[in-house]
């Protein structure tokens, strides 16, 4: 009898066991599965929150914003990754391979080509830094020189993490997990801390000139163009994006180029021989893309094609015409 | 004492079994309130898309209003619009990674109510889908004529 | 001394029973009233105050030839406005005035604003509060109103317009 009771005791445990693991299991195994929910679902509104932000930074252009960063970003030219998710993006944007700080910084700025293409998107953040050195014998001597270093600087956004130094002094290592060395037609001893990267910037017309980095010299047609590359992580990054904002200006062009078709069959001949001449300008801007900056020749027909148009522009806006843009 | 032992084990596995019922019925609840709270979200997020679909739409280059660069804010060129209804439909992809799916339009309504343009229209292959759809009154200017019409922008955005 | 033990087996088992009852019903009432009840619209107050604010910058730069030529809504609620010309009819400008069809400033002002208000705003179900008037001045140029009498009224778009005789004010706004 007692051995009975004994048993009986015994699988009574068992059972007690069995049942409380699996109760124990069942809770524990929903508590992993709504962590990781959560997780997932604060990716997925960080992500929003950012398709938000860059939709927003697209329309209002000019000035920088910051908004704090949650989480690390990871980009590259076609996708934004927060946590285990990310979003593909088709926009025009130049930012470093991983943002990183305490805030995101965001800026935007019309692409004209003359006409407005698109907004070109940086990104950036606190942690990020920019030193623009310059040659101080140079500064010194050349007024045009001295122009276009302190515009440079002076139209990069306050609120991102930027300085001014003369290739006389070093840069000394302040921590960043990214700094950027804007070297504007002057040479210095590159640092050897981490996450250290440069770039050169021939000349000193903000409209036009040379840059180099990454190996690779490319023309720049307008400012924006200009501060894309800084921002840009490497040479990939900056002729993808620049391709998709390519892309972008054949599609604004294919529509003046029918705009222009429509108003010189309707106008009085002072107005139609401008917008017939601005049809072979036209043709130009449309045939661009990326390997147009690579080339001499044709980022000098570009640059050529863009003036042209400006003026025929502003000459029809004088004869009270219909203006193309 | 079989019989006690027996009976013993069958009230153990009545409790059990009330108690995963109850907890059944907690889940049920808990799943529905959640995809409650999922159909609200997908809804206001659908609007939000309408309205940044319609932003986007007002201030593509291709069709916004402006002035040797001097851009205007909530206009739309109608000269540009009639340009830019034969680029979108030549590119439609390109157009599709902006705007997604969906509808977009203009329609004239003072004082030329005769004005009426779909610049963008693609609709998702499968049957069912939400669909929210928002106003949002716009300048059409005719550079021609150098005139300003009340116009509409109709943007219609489906999941 | 077993009829006690089964007694109480029993009563035991009956509460359990009255207490998985219990919360059986009370689960089935939550769920009407939470899961199967309609959720309320979405309203979106920032969303009424822009579509106002954007109606009105809207209409004012409408171009109209109603009593002048190449004119916008703008100088035309503003000569609606100014109190000497109030009075004059449009027939002193220019047209307008065949078949006995002669309006003043503000009565072209008003059909145009109603014919716009009836293509847009009522014909997306919206209800509003269009009012033109002057400051210090009481009573309205012409007002419109649709909405119910105890209605939320959103963020309203106002648009002083400077005129002759002081400012013009034009206030639309929505109602939820």
Redesign the interface.
């Known amino acids: 009898m007692n051995r009975k009771a004994m048993a009986e005791e015994q699988f009574r445990w068992i059972f007690i066991l069995v049942a409380g693991a699996l109760i124990l299991g069942f809770f524990t195994s929903i508590v992993i599965k709504q962590k990781q929910a959560q997780e997932d679902a604060i990716s997925a509104a960080e992500l929003q929150n950012m398709e938000f932000l860059m939709a927003n930074a697209k329309v209002a252009t000019g000035s920088a914003n910051e908004i704090e960063l949650a989480q690390d970003i990871n980009f590259d030219c076609n996708s934004i990754r927060i946590g285990r998710l990310s979003k593909q993006t088709k926009e025009p944007i130049f930012a470093p391979e991983l943002l990183k700080g305490r805030n995101l910084v965001t800026w935007s700025l019309d692409w004209n080509m003359p006409y407005r293409a698109t907004n070109l998107l940086f990104l950036t953040t606190d942690e990020a830094r920019y030193v623009f050195v310059y040659d101080e014998d140079k500064y010194a001597s050349s007024s045009s020189y001295q122009k276009f270093v302190d515009e440079l600087y002076s139209k990069f956004p306050d609120k991102m993490n930027k300085e001014k130094v003369s290739n006389k002094e070093s840069i000394s290592d302040k921590n960043n997990y990214k700094t950027r060395i804007v070297l504007l037609d002057a040479s210095i001893a590159l640092p050897t801390f981490k996450g250290v990267s440069s770039m050169t910037i021939k000349g000193t017309d903000l409209e036009k000139g040379e840059i180099q980095f990454g190996g690779q010299s490319y023309h720049y047609i307008g400012l924006p163009a200009l501060y894309a590359a800084i921002f840009s992580e490497d040479k990939e990054n900056y002729e993808c994006a620049m391709d998709k904002a390519f892309k972008k200006l054949k599609l604004a062009s294919s529509v003046y180029s029918e705009k222009i078709e429509e108003l010189g069959s309707i106008q009085v001949y002072e107005c139609q021989t401008h917008y017939t001449d601005s049809n072979v300008a036209i043709s130009t801007i449309l045939g661009a893309d990326v390997a147009t900056l690579k080339n001499d020749n044709w980022a000098t027909g570009l640059f050529g094609a863009i003036s042209a148009m400006k003026n025929y522009n502003n000459e029809l806006i004088k004869l009270s015409c219909p203006p193309i843009y | 004492m079989k019989k006690k032992a027996q009976?013993g084990m069958f009230e153990i596995i009545?409790?059990l079994f009330?108690f995963f019922?109850?907890i059944g019925?907690?889940l049920?609840?808990y799943a529905?309130?959640q995809k409650?709270s999922s159909?609200?979200d997908s809804?206001?997020v659908l609007?939000l898309r309408a309205?940044r679909v319609a932003q986007i739409a007002s201030t593509l280059p291709e069709l916004q209003c402006s002035l040797d660069n001097a851009v205007r804010e909530?206009?739309i060129e109608v000269e540009k619009a009639m340009a830019a209804k034969d680029v979108i439909e030549k590119n439609i992809a390109d157009y599709y990674d902006m705007f997604g799916y969906g509808k977009i339009s203009i329609k004239g309504?003072?004082?030329d109510?005769s004005l009426s343009m779909l610049l963008y229209d693609f609709n998702p292959s499968r049957q069912t889908y939400d669909t929210t759809a928002?106003?949002?009154?716009?300048?059409l200017y005719d550079s021609v004529k150098k005139?300003?019409?009340?116009?509409?922008l109709n943007v219609e955005v489906y999941s | 001394m077993l009829k006690f033990t089964h007694k109480k087996?029993q009563m035991e088992l009956m509460g359990?029973a009255i207490v998985?009852l219990l919360?059986?019903v009370g689960?089935f009432f939550?769920?009407k009233y939470?899961?199967f009840q309609k959720?309320p619209e979405?309203k979106?107050p920032y969303?009424q105050s822009e579509?106002a604010t954007?109606?009105v910058?809207?209409?004012l730069?409408?171009?109209?030839?109603e009593c002048k030529a190449?004119t916008?809504?703008k100088d035309l609620l503003g000569d609606c406005a100014a109190q000497e010309l109030a009075r004059q009819k449009c027939a002193l400008e220019q047209k307008y005035c065949s078949s006995g069809d002669c309006k003043t400033y503000c009565e072209a002002s008003d059909k145009?604003v109603d014919?716009?208000l009836k293509?847009?705003l009522t014909e997306?179900g919206k209800s509003y509060t269009f009012e033109v008037y002057s400051d210090g001045q009481v009573g309205n140029y012409f007002a419109k109103d649709t909405c119910a009498p105890n209605a939320e009224r959103g963020k309203a778009g106002l648009f002083p317009i400077p005129a002759r005789h002081g400012t013009v004010n034009v206030k639309l706004s929505i109602c939820s």
Not at chain 2, 147 to 152: C, E, I, K, L
Not at chain 3, 61 to 65: M, V
């Open positions: 009976a009545v409790v009330v019922l109850l019925f907690g049920i609840f529905g309130m409650r159909t609200e809804k206001r609007e309205v909530n206009c309504i003072y004082p109510s928002i106003q949002i009154p716009i300048s005139q300003n019409y009340f116009g509409v | 087996a359990l998985v919360i059986a689960m939550a769920m939470t899961l959720p979405i979106n969303m579509l954007t109606f910058n809207t209409l730069l409408a171009s109209t030839d190449y916008t809504m145009i014919a716009i293509d847009t997306w």
